[in-house]
């Protein structure tokens, strides 16, 4: 997923769509989230909606075991080895 653009709350509201007294109710905590604006918001932010309900940082590991994950199953012309605390590619 690329980088999101969004710097700001204007960046926000021109990317979901928000009127201002929205986006200030959800900034402000004055206005619950709900499945709707958990949807809009990661979309705006290329993210995945369960994304956005955890620690930053998770979210981003998330990613990275995903993305590895892909790279792996794509490599067809590989061979691993599995040792029972490693596993590395060779050839």
Sequence with gaps: MAASNIATQADMMEKTGWSKAKMSQLYNAKQDFNSEVLTEAALALNARPYELLMPPEDAMAIRQ???????????????????????????
Excluded: K, M, N, Y
């Excluded at 794509?74 to 605390?85: E, L, V, Y």
């Design 65 to 91: 075991l995903r993305q590895t994950a892909l790279h792996i199953a794509a490599d067809t012309h590989s061979t691993f080895i599995h040792g029972p605390d490693e596993a590395r590619r060779v050839g």
